[in-house]
């Protein structure tokens, strides 16, 4: 395939996207763009471990690479990579995750001919250098970058390969996820844990189950509201990513923080209500869709159970 306006074949495409999780979501539509766009090339995803797994199982990429994002430290690791990058020759790189760390992977292209490359750095054949694009919404930001190289129409996410099945965990009625976690050195942006163990009470009162999901490493909070809430259903650290997509698709609705998880189960097209601090913006980084509802204060300690049951929307 030769791009718009450049005569160059593409043959070999690679795509940067590093995570996080909510980031990777966002990113499923540009995936799909990307391989529509690009049907019998080869495209390779450049991520990190945590998603490996998930996108080999897509239908957009025929290889994964891990990147082990070497520190400054290892001049080795970066040598290395850029020896990786050079040598499959790619024609085109989308870079999606359009970071420093990503605009120093344009370097190590060097030295020789450079791909063709979309994203944000210095020098690059198709820059998006709109001065606003910090203040877009990811969806909008990534939907005007592909669109500078040509590709016109960005889908949405799209999860319905991902072969998840919420029924090995054997939830008999109906039952609402509950996203209680989030990034350990941002306590802010959760929501407090009784709130949480109050709301899987009185879903409880209502003959639906309340079932927690998260990390491995989110055991102690989790524990917090069980003892609390007792008919709590604990899958905490239980859960593989398509296992949560799964259990989105039969889940009643989902409440939960500002993290990667609420995301997964919005795309999944669960009704989804997410609280925000005033941590982050939701006009810049929240799902999105017409069953995604959103709560923010600018301390969540000041959101009281009862207004996020009144918000609660069920399917």
Known sequence: MRRPGRGRTINRILVIKLGALGDMVLAMGPFAAIRGAH????????????????MRSSPYFDEVWLDDRPSPWRPAGWLDLGRRLRGA?????????TSDRSGWYYRLMAPGRRPGWSGIARGCSHPHDNPARDDMHTIARQDEQLARAGIARVPAADLSWIEGDGSKFDLAGGYVLLIPGGAAHRPRKRWPAERFADLAGTLAKRGTIAVMLGGADERDLAEVIARACPTIRDLVGRTTLADIVGLARGASGAVGNDTGPMHLIAAA??????????ESDPALTRPV????????????????????VEALRFR
């Open 269 to 278: 097209g669960c009704p989804a209500l997410v609280l925000f601090s005033g």
């Open 289 to 308: 869709g017409e069953t995604i509802s959103v709560l923010q204060r600018d301390d969540l300690a000041m959101l009281a159970t009862g207004t996020v």
């Open 89 to 97: 020759r790619f024609d085109f790189v989308y870079d999606l995750q």
């Open 39 to 54: 049907a019998d090339a080869r495209i390779t995803l450049l991520t990190t471990a945590p998603f490996a797994d998930l």
